[in-house]
């Protein structure tokens, strides 16, 4: 299971690379990501977000369309995070960790979902004949991206309580 993983994920990221979004504010966020989708059979997928953040940033929500073509019918399960299906779409929370050194990847949400649509297709040839897929990515967009400590920076004079934390100013 690892090593299927680690060759998805080393696929995935030359196809991919590092993708820049924009967040919901209209600022720009600089997003590093790995999205993999897996056909299971059956009309069954498996859609992989990976964090590849350098910068020590939670991946905190986000949203996935599936390409054209492809209608997703029910969400089987979610590891790693919560996510609902609205539409013909994916939106999701969690906190996806980001990796803990510079050659590492973080953490993974997965989603596995049933969908119609995007088949491959059987080509016949003199010998018999092959099924071709032209691949299924979909539209991701990372919406947030969360330090590790989301508490607000302590005003000047201010002490961190349990009734009211902050974090000193430059942590």
């Known amino acids: 299971m690892r090593v299927r993983q680690a060759i998805t994920i080393a696929f995935a990221a030359v196809v991919c690379g590092c993708l820049a979004g924009t967040a919901s504010a209209g600022k720009p966020v600089d997003q590093y990501y790995v999205m993999t989708i897996h056909a299971l059979g059956n009309g069954h997928w498996e859609l992989n977000v990976v964090n590849t953040n350098p910068n020590a940033k939670f991946i905190g929500t986000y949203w996935w369309i599936p390409p054209v073509g492809m209608k997703i019918v029910s969400l ?32 993974t949400m997965t989603m596995d979902f049933t969908a119609q649509g995007d088949e491959p297709t059987f080509v016949k040839t003199s010998y018999g004949g092959y099924y071709i897929n032209y691949g299924v990515l979909g539209i991701l967009n990372v919406t947030s991206l969360n330090s590790f400590n989301d508490e607000p920076v302590c005003k000047k004079g201010q002490v961190s309580t349990k009734a009211k934390p902050c974090q000193a100013p430059g942590t």
């Open 76 to 107: 089987q399960g979610v590891k790693g995070g919560k996510c609902t299906l609205g539409g013909n779409s994916l939106s999701c929370k969690g906190n996806v960790a980001p990796p803990n050194c510079n050659t590492c990847v973080g953490g």
